[in-house]
């Protein structure tokens, strides 16, 4: 069985940092592309941030680009999103998503997502 398993989210001021990690199981993890994914209060789903099944390949939103740092380690099954200078505007729950096998940040063809981890930004 497929498992996403977000983690590392709180409460952080403005400027602060905080680091997500997806533990995964249930597949092999070094095969397939990686991506975050946001959905603020009231808004739609947000494309953050995507990597390679190697790791070799990473993606960004303009929203996030500089700030925010996406990372895999093969060995552990964990996916990590490291977030530097928040702000209020990256309120939001995060999700990790797997992409289908073949798939990558151009398609978006996801099959599992993990149940969210909330990040907010607030003084």
């Known amino acids: 069985e497929v498992q996403l398993v977000e983690s590392g989210g709180g409460l952080v001021q403005p400027g602060g940092s905080l680091r997500l990690s997806c533990a995964a199981s249930?597949?092999?993890?070094?095969?397939?592309?990686m991506s975050w994914v946001r959905q603020a209060p009231g808004k739609g789903l947000e494309w953050v941030s995507g990597?390679?099944?190697?790791?070799?390949?990473?993606y960004y939103a303009d929203s996030v680009k500089g700030r925010f740092t996406i990372s895999r380690d093969n060995v552990k099954n964990t996916l990590y999103l490291q977030m530097n200078s928040l702000k209020p505007e990256d309120t939001a729950v995060y999700y990790c998503a797997k992409f289908k096998y073949g798939s990558s940040w151009y398609d978006k063809a996801t099959d599992y997502w993990g149940q969210g981890t909330q990040v907010t930004v607030s003084s």
């Open positions: 249930g597949f092999t993890f070094s095969r397939y592309a």
């Open positions: 990597i390679s099944s190697g790791g070799g390949s990473t």
